[in-house]
């Protein structure tokens, strides 16, 4: 029993900021964000949600694949910027798309978060226990941006992307609940806890109801829900560490998942990578010997989408009709935990 992506869908808000709008809120000019990490502009939500987006998504991507909300099993939704903490994105998106069949959570993994979404369902799907799931990546990063700090604000953007994925087996019929070469590819992922420090954001939900300890913010009774907010409860980043991280672990998990799987490099057609910054993408080719043109990326146009940007940019590929049958793609995620991952898909 394997699984395939059957089909991809994606919603980006409509309103845009580029990089002289952000010129306008921090020290910063056009030529250097470009120069730095090939953003021009991002997509930013108004009337939008986590969910909302998410939800539309997935309803393209239903329609991509020509398979009804009662058919879908499973719904993830990886997300670090959920408008909702309860009940979970993903039942909520359950409850918008009337799938009512649907098991639903929720996975943060940040923008590792799609890799790790694809294998859980993958895990499920091969060993028989659903047939159908659905994964998203949906974030409102602008919610979590300090737009005050021009190390930070000039990368992130907001959007969803959601993919079906689909068993080739009626659930339950068949079971292989240990590996079977050949059927499908087996991913490698990697965290380093230890290292999270380059990439944070507090929880805006720290401080104790019942013994009445809050932040310190939070202890000036008069401060309005704004100014209860500080630093820490936005994006901060080592930029230096997290890009010296991308492009050494980028490589050689996509080394790794290749070795694993007996795979050759000339065999894959994309690397379907995290859109963070084009010299990311850009070094990890150099690094793997691999021409550009296996690279697609997307980031001018929406920034770091975190768990959203791959399946955005698979959306796309497939949209434009560039994804062929038997096409074998790297989907390679990386960030905060610190995580980072691969996986081989052969398209449908
Ligand atoms: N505009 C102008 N100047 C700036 C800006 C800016 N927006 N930001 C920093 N600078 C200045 C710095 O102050 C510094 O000045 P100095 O030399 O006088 O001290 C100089 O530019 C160089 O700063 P660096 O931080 O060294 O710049 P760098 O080339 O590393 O680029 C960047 C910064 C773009 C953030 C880069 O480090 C990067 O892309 N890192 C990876 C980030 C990333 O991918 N994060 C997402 C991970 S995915 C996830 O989990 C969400």
Redesign the pocket.
């Known amino acids: 029993m394997t699984a395939t992506i059957c089909g991809t869908g994606s919603y980006i808000p409509s309103y845009t900021m580029d990089n002289n709008d952000i010129a306008r809120l921090?020290?910063?000019?056009d030529e250097?964000?470009r120069e730095?990490?090939g953003v021009a502009r991002r997509h930013i939500i108004q009337d939008e949600t986590t969910v909302s987006m998410a939800a539309e998504a997935a309803r393209r991507a239903l329609n991509d694949a020509g398979v009804s909300p009662e058919e879908v099993d499973l719904i993830i939704v990886s997300t670090i910027s959920s408008n909702v903490i309860l009940p979970c994105a993903a039942c909520e998106v359950q409850k918008e798309l009337g799938a009512v069949h649907a098991t639903c959570f929720d996975l943060s993994a940040?923008?590792t978060g799609f890799v790790l979404a694809y294998n859980t369902a993958l895990a499920y799907l091969t060993s028989g226990v659903y047939r159908t799931a659905l994964l998203i990546g949906s974030e409102s990063l602008s919610n979590l941006t300090n737009w005050k700090d021009?190390?930070t604000c000039?990368?992130f953007g907001d959007g969803a992307g959601a993919a079906v994925l689909r068993s080739d087996d009626v659930a339950g019929t068949e079971m292989f609940p240990i590996y079977d070469p050949g059927k499908y590819f087996l991913p490698v992922t990697h965290s380093e806890g230890a290292k999270g420090g380059a990439?944070t954001c507090k929880s805006r939900h720290d401080f104790n109801g019942l013994t009445g300890e809050k932040h310190q913010a939070c202890q000036d009774h008069q401060a309005d829900a704004e100014s209860m907010l500080d630093e820490s409860h936005y994006m901060q980043?080592d930029?230096?560490a997290?890009?010296k991280f991308?492009v050494k672990k980028v490589p050689e998990v996509i080394g790794e998942v290749l070795k694993l799987n007996q795979v050759a490099p000339e065999e894959i057609d994309y690397y379907i990578m995290?859109q963070?910054?084009k010299r990311?993408v850009e070094a990890v080719a150099k690094r793997l010997d691999e021409p550009m043109e296996k690279f697609p990326m997307n980031l001018q146009e929406y920034g770091?989408t975190?768990s959203a940007s791959i399946p955005i940019l698979l959306d796309e590929l497939n949209r434009e009709g560039k994804l062929k049958p038997g096409q074998k793609l790297v989907l390679a995620g990386?960030?905060?935990g610190l995580t980072w991952g691969a996986s081989i898909i052969e398209w449908h």
Do not use: D, K, P, Y
Not at 26 to 29: N, Q
């Open positions: 921090v020290e910063t000019s250097w964000i730095r990490t940040a923008c021009r190390g000039i990368l990439l980043m930029g230096q997290v890009f991308a995290h963070a910054n990311i770091n975190s990386f960030g905060a």
